[in-house]
């Protein structure tokens, strides 16, 4: 397909947001022989965010991007960063006929916490130059807190895309009725029902399998990434279906630091609460996404 080309028919995108189940959503999807997930699931090619640290404006690799669907039906990118992404919806809105949204959202401040935990785990602060260790400090750097500002992104896409090209729905959700949601995403994609495969554990991007990689387990990566794709594949695949987290292992990964909190307090609620609040407030009047819960929960849980 030529970079000129529009393409017609819809293509399905899992745009938001990062900590909010979408790696698990994802895997699910994929089971649903109408679905085409990419490969990788976030392919990062569109957005100008590459990730929560790497950004470029350079304009996407057509021939590339089409490369990553290997299969039949609607085509399901996953780059989740492209929510917050602030050129993407002119660039999506230029190549695709018909495209459709899905974003996860969680409660914005538990989002950030949990983001900024799974960073400073790995250490993937460092590798970028930053150093998040202080929760303040990292909120102040938009590549974390734009993630949670849902109102602000929200803003940008409605100004390209009517409110119906979207489906948003709370992350928790998938958790307490994830056959609900998978029905409402097949409806809104207007394709055939599947019978899926539910396992809450398998494919999500728990803290507990969380580990900073070793110099050993960054040689094995970069010796990984040479392997051909039609051999490295079936063994990626079977670890996947099983759960299983190489760098868990000593050698290749090592526990995070345990002196950082494990969970919220008043003090993350109270850096954050004044500016998630006035977002929220912002989503819920564009898009009547009810988020009078979420406030509630932040304003209750600041420092007084």
């Known amino acids: 397909m030529g970079d000129s080309e529009r393409v017609s028919g819809t293509h399905a995108f899992l745009i938001g947001v990062p900590k909010a189940g979408t790696t698990w959503l994802a895997s ?7 679905i085409c997930l990419s490969d990788p699931k976030e392919p990062n090619i569109i957005s100008s965010h590459k990730g929560t640290f ?3 404006n ?3 690799d057509w021939t590339e991007y089409f490369r990553l669907f290997k299969g039949d039906g609607i085509r399901l990118d996953g780059s989740i960063h492209t929510f917050s ?10 190549k695709f006929e018909d495209p459709k949204f899905i974003i996860s959202l969680r409660e914005p401040v538990d989002r950030t916490f949990s983001h900024w935990r799974m960073i ?3 250490g993937l602060d460092k590798t970028w130059g930053a150093d998040w260790d202080d929760f303040q400090v990292a909120w102040k750097d938009p590549r974390l807190k734009e993630d949670s500002l849902y109102g602000k992104s929200m803003a940008r896409w409605l100004g390209v895309f009517s409110l119906s090209d979207f489906y948003i729905f709370d992350s928790s959700r998938m958790r307490d009725s994830p056959e ?9 994609l207007g394709i055939h029902k599947h019978n899926y495969s539910i396992n809450h554990l398998a494919n999500s991007n728990r803290a507990a399998k ?3 990689i070793t110099f050993l387990g960054k040689l094995m990566r970069i010796t990984f990434s040479f392997v051909p794709s039609f051999l490295k594949s079936p063994v990626v695949n079977y670890l996947v279906s099983r759960d299983i987290n190489i760098y868990y292992l000593p050698l290749l990964g090592r526990r995070a630091d345990p002196s950082k909190p494990e969970h919220l307090d008043k003090f993350h609620f109270s850096i954050c609460e004044e500016e998630v609040c006035e977002d929220l407030a912002q989503l819920q009047d564009l898009t009547k996404f009810d988020t009078t819960e979420w406030m509630e929960t932040i304003k209750n849980n600041a420092v007084k």
């Open 85 to 94: 992404c602030p050129i993407s919806p002119a660039r999506i809105s230029e």
């Open 120 to 122: 400073t785990d790995i």
């Open 28 to 34: 699910t999807l994929s089971q649903n022989p109408s």
């Open 210 to 212: 969380r580990r900073k």
């Open 180 to 188: 609900t949601v998978l029905s409402e995403i097949e409806e809104f």
């Open 58 to 60: 350079e304009e996407p």
């Open 54 to 56: 790497g950004r470029s």
